[in-house]
């Protein structure tokens, strides 16, 4: 293949762009697209004034007004391709911002402002990297695809999932700027359920007459808290876990309650499916109600996202740990998450895909920053994978 872009020289050209890396990250952390309400057309803007500064064509889809998506693409169109999905929202300011979070304070190497870290800066890095790739277009035998997406942070109802189910976003492979530094090979499925416990009402005066649905469900949250599921062992991810996020029971201090619910968050490993998960649940409020005479439990479904996992063989993850290596000069790490990205979205549809990131924090904190040095680095690190990928041409079989 075109040699013309190794790790280093791509990190050299990076670093030649980071007063441009710096502005855009400003500039884009100026722009209020907290979620709800979105207004994620006032970023999308910065992004479209730098990809015609750079000569990349590019589309703004709204599946609402103002709802803003924005795609340039760069390099030959159809296959291979490589989709970098980022987003424009960015969660309302939390509590506790000692500047003002629209206004990046560049200070001691590090931008701080929302979205600084989850996804502006990262953004901006992204947009260094297309425009290291735009240099080189002619060399590309496949195509590179950016995507600044709305909604993000709500669920992506408007943004990434639409692109991918109704507006025919496609690819072979994806690299999602959205985690800590390092390579995000795995993540954990995410299933909710909501636990009925039902239980008989008498006086307060009189609770032997009853059976107290707050009560058992104490039990049950008592039993499930630091259960040990069957499968709970991984590479990369931490054991199975569950989250108590919302409880309500009773009418009145004064009556016994005869019925108490509460949801149920599990984030689960592959190997494992939701069904085991309830399954697993049940027993566990089998064993309270045979313990609680009067009382009986129902497990309530919701939604759910299957555990995901890159293709630990592929090109994607040697071209990531071939451009990491060489730009920070060690081998990546490699981790999982219990959180959520775009990336499982994209595997869940057939691309391959990975996520990575410069490392800033506390995302949806306070004085949320990113280092620079960070950002520098990630956009070299993006630019030569998605060159190693697309130069050589051909997808994964």
């Known amino acids: 293949m075109p040699d013309t872009l190794t790790p280093e020289k791509a990190f050299e050209e990076a670093r030649a762009m980071e007063a441009n890396i710096v502005k855009l990250a400003r500039d884009l952390i100026a722009c209020d697209t907290r979620n709800p309400p979105g207004e994620e057309h006032r970023a999308a803007v910065v992004v479209e004034r730098e990809l015609d500064r750079l000569g990349v064509p590019h589309e703004r889809l709204e599946k ?44 001691d190497g590090r931008i701080t402002g929302l979205g600084a870290d989850d996804d502006k800066g990262p953004l901006a890095a992204a947009l260094a990297a297309t425009a290291i790739l735009k240099a080189r277009e002619a060399e590309l035998a496949g195509e590179f695809v950016l995507v600044a997406a709305a909604d993000e ?9 639409w692109l991918l189910d109704e507006k025919g976003l496609a690819g072979d492979w994806g690299i999602v700027p959205d985690t800590d530094a390092g390579i995000d090979i795995a993540e954990k499925g995410a299933t909710w359920f ?3 416990c039902r239980g008989r009402a008498a006086h307060a005066s009189r609770p032997e007459e009853g059976a107290s ?5 104490c039990d049950l949250v008592g039993r499930l808290e630091g259960y040990a599921f069957e499968h709970e062992s991984h590479a990369v991810l931490s054991a199975p876990t569950i989250n108590i996020g919302l409880i309500k029971g009773g009418s009145a201090p004064n009556a016994v309650p ?20 309830r399954a697993e649940i049940e027993r566990a409020a089998a064993g309270v109600a045979s313990r609680r005479p009067g009382v009986s439990f129902e497990i309530k479904a919701g939604g759910d996202l299957a555990p995901s996992e890159a293709h630990p063989a592929g090109r994607l993850l040697e071209a990531m740990q071939w451009a990491y290596a060489g730009v920070h000069g060690k081998p990546p790490r490699l981790f999982g998450m219990g959180g959520v990205t775009i990336a499982k979205a994209l595997i869940q549809r057939g691309v391959d895909a990975v996520g990575s990131g410069a490392g800033g924090g506390p995302a949806h904190g306070a004085n949320e920053s990113v280092e620079i040095e ?11 994978a998605a060159y190693r990928l697309l130069a050589e041409g051909g997808a994964d079989g």
């Open 194 to 196: 909501e636990v009925v």
């Open 258 to 277: 005869d019925r108490c619910t509460f949801s149920v968050d599990v984030r689960y490993l592959p190997g494992m499916t939701r069904d085991g998960v």
């Open 64 to 107: 609402e007004p103002g709802r803003s998506n924005v795609i340039g693409r760069v390099g030959r169109a159809g296959a291979p391709r490589l989709l970098v999905p980022l987003h424009l929202d960015t969660v309302p300011p939390a509590s506790g911002w000692e500047t003002d979070p629209f206004e990046a304070v560049v200070r």
């Open 374 to 384: 960070a950002l520098v680095r990630f956009a070299a690190v993006l630019a030569s």
């Open 213 to 217: 649905a707050i009560a058992a469900a």
């Open 153 to 161: 942070e709500c669920g992506n109802a408007l943004g990434a999932h």
